[in-house]
């Protein structure tokens, strides 16, 4: 399985940015694809999921409102559209998938596959 991630940058706060995640090899029925960050110094924190067989979404908290998670079933991309953007949101995105489901937030020690990441920048 290959992941490949597209769409970072340096925003200004109040901004917008749509992350892409391309997905390759991937053989299997059920599993959740999604977006985790990390900020310097901080751990790996989930963001948004979404089931691709199923649709259902999940959410962090803090971008409830303000980011949308979607998918292209015929591109095998997950999206990750991101407004309103603020400086805390500054962070490594990255791209992940993990085989199965699952009824409760995905973890990140969970994941099973990971993109390379990409820098999101909001400046104040």
């Known amino acids: 399985v290959q992941l490949v991630e597209s769409g970072g940058g340096l925003v200004q706060d109040g901004g917008s940015l749509r992350l892409s995640c391309a997905a390759s090899?991937?053989?299997?029925?059920?599993?959740?694809m999604g977006w985790f960050r990390q900020a310097p110094g901080k751990g790996r924190d989930i963001v948004a999921t979404v089931h691709w067989s199923g649709g259902s979404t999940v959410y962090a908290d803090s971008v409830k409102g303000r980011f949308t998670i979607s998918g292209d079933n015929a591109k095998n991309t997950v999206y990750l559209q991101m407004n309103s953007l603020k400086p805390e949101d500054t962070a490594v995105y990255y791209c992940a998938l993990k085989i199965g489901s699952s009824r409760s937030p995905v973890m990140a020690f969970t994941v099973d596959y990971w993109g390379p990441g990409t820098q999101v920048t909001v400046s104040s």
């Open positions: 090899g991937v053989t299997f029925s059920r599993y959740i």
